[in-house]
């Protein structure tokens, strides 16, 4: 699976826009870009993944360049309750299911 | 509502006192997986089940056990625990391997 690259971390304003951004130059046709956070020591939680297209669910969007080398988490509208640390992970389509996290960015929203 | 259930969720045991950490999940799904989350490592998997009684190493295996005689459970033994063994632990399920995964709260294991 591909090495991905993310600022330790950030801050935010809430009610601003969070764009966390990632670096995966290595990616390979068949990986997916995932994205989890981890608030405080509980169980990662799932946002959003993609493979090529733009994604927009509930929770953020997520933008993937043209070239898959780099995409983008955005928080639409940060909240208090988005503080915490976001991978990013890069998925092979057909692995044994292993998610390597990495260091990920720490982001604090504050008021 | 969909979840993955651990437990316990804290524990301080001491060196050889043998246990099991429970995971279940009741979203019917094949795959269940273990990690454990060390300062600065990360998380790593420890084992992983891509159905009932088909069970593989992951990356850090050394130390545990794990079966899988039902769809919905996923214990994680510690025949011998140590205090390297010291960790947040947490379990996770999905669909099949490369679905989304859902994660349980944790376990925070101590051993003295």
């Known amino acids: 699976d591909a090495k991905t690259t993310q600022p330790p971390s950030m801050d935010c304003a809430e009610g601003r826009a969070a764009n966390l951004p990632c670096n995966h130059s290595?990616?390979?046709?068949?990986?997916?870009v995932y994205w989890y956070r981890q608030i405080h020591s509980q169980g990662p939680q799932y946002i959003i993944h993609?493979?090529?297209n733009n994604e927009t669910n509930e929770m953020a969007s997520l933008i993937i360049t043209e070239d898959r080398k780099s995409s983008t988490l955005i928080l639409p509208h940060a909240t208090l309750r988005d503080t915490a640390v976001y991978y990013c992970?890069?998925?092979?389509?057909?692995?044994?299911?292993?998610?390597?996290f990495g260091q990920g960015t720490t982001l604090q929203v504050k008021p | 509502e969909a979840q993955v259930t651990q437990n316990p969720r804290y524990l301080i045991t001491v060196t050889g006192k043998k246990l099991t950490v429970t995971c279940s999940q009741n979203m019917n799904h094949e795959y269940m997986s273990w990690y454990r989350q060390d300062p600065g490592l990360g998380l790593r998997q420890i084992y992983y089940?891509?159905?009932?009684?088909?069970?593989d190493k992951g990356d850090v295996p050394e130390g545990y056990k794990v079966s899988r005689k039902e769809k919905r459970n996923f214990p994680l033994i510690l025949e011998s625990p140590s205090p390297n063994q010291t960790s947040l632990y947490f379990c996770a399920s999905s669909r099949g391997q490369v679905d989304i995964q859902y994660f349980g709260a944790g376990t925070r294991l101590s051993v003295l």
């Open positions: 089940s891509m159905n009932v009684e088909v069970t």
């Open positions: 992970i890069v998925r092979k389509s057909s692995n044994t299911g292993k998610l390597i």
């Open positions: 993609g493979l090529k």
């Open positions: 290595t990616i390979s046709g068949n990986e997916y």
